[in-house]
Every structure is written in structure tokens, then in C-alpha cells.
């Protein structure tokens, strides 16, 4: 069963399809809190926001601390832990697919300014 964190019902339904989808179990998930770094000031320096998050059968660890609040960043750790576990099997990530349309859009912007000094 996965845990409910402090984000809308939907970002929790579509966390729990992708961990579903990918075979990822909540058993298999070591969870740390240790204390974040950064900025926040007594708040960060007092609690244990920091979120260390292994997955057991492909050793894959992450770390966030990205938010002030610890059920944020158990949320956000087990996101960016899927998006690794995608990585490591080869399967296209919303990150690869971005950085791949980047990459189209500069080289059409290339391609037409290579055009346009051209024809002057």
C-alpha cells in the first residue's frame, strides 16, 4: 500500500500507477530522514527533512531535499527514484523526451539562421 503524502489525490493516484507499472513495492523502499542543508534557516537546521530513499533489488539511491516539508519531499524522492529506475532500463523518461525537443527546437533555430545569412 502506498502512503498518502500532501499533494492533490491524482499526483497520489499517478504515483502509485507508476510505481505499479515499473514493479517497485514500498516494501522494497529504505527510507532515511536526516537533517536537509540549505536554505530555510531554524526550520531546516531542527528537523529531519531530508529524504534518503534505496531501492533494494537495483541499488539505486536518491536524495531530496528540495521542499521544507518531509511528506513533500517523500513524495518528490519517490518520483525521481522512478524516473532513475526508468533511466537504468532504458525506457524514455519525460526528462529525455524534453531534453530531445531542445535539442530539435536549437538545431531548427540553427538551420534557419544558417538560411537566412544565406540569402543576404
Known amino acids: 500500500m502506498t502512503p498518502t503524502f500532501a499533494v492533490s ?6 504515483l502509485r500507477r507508476r510505481m505499479e507499472a515499473l514493479g517497485v513495492r514500498e516494501e522494497d523502499l529504505e527510507e532515511r530522514f536526516v537533517r536537509s542543508s540549505g536554505k530555510g534557516g ?3 537546521n531542527k528537523t529531519s ?3 534518503q530513499l534505496l531501492h533494494r533489488p537495483s541499488g539505486i539511491e536518491v536524495k531530496c531535499m528540495s521542499e521544507r516539508s518531509q511528506s513533500l519531499n517523500r513524495f518528490f524522492a519517490r518520483r525521481l ?3 532513475r529506475i526508468e ?3 532504458g525506457l524514455k523518461t519525460a526528462k529525455a523526451d524534453a531534453l530531445e525537443r531542445i535539442r530539435r527546437q536549437k538545431a531548427r533555430r540553427g538551420r534557419k539562421a544558417a538560411k537566412k ?4
Not at 9 to 14: G, H, I, L, T, V
Open 9 to 14: 489525490p491524482e499526483k497520489n493516484e499517478e
Open 42 to 44: 531554524q526550520h531546516v
Open 49 to 51: 527533512t531530508c529524504v
Open 81 to 83: 527514484l522512478l524516473e
Open 87 to 89: 533511466q537504468a532500463r
Open 117 to 120: 545569412y544565406e540569402e543576404a
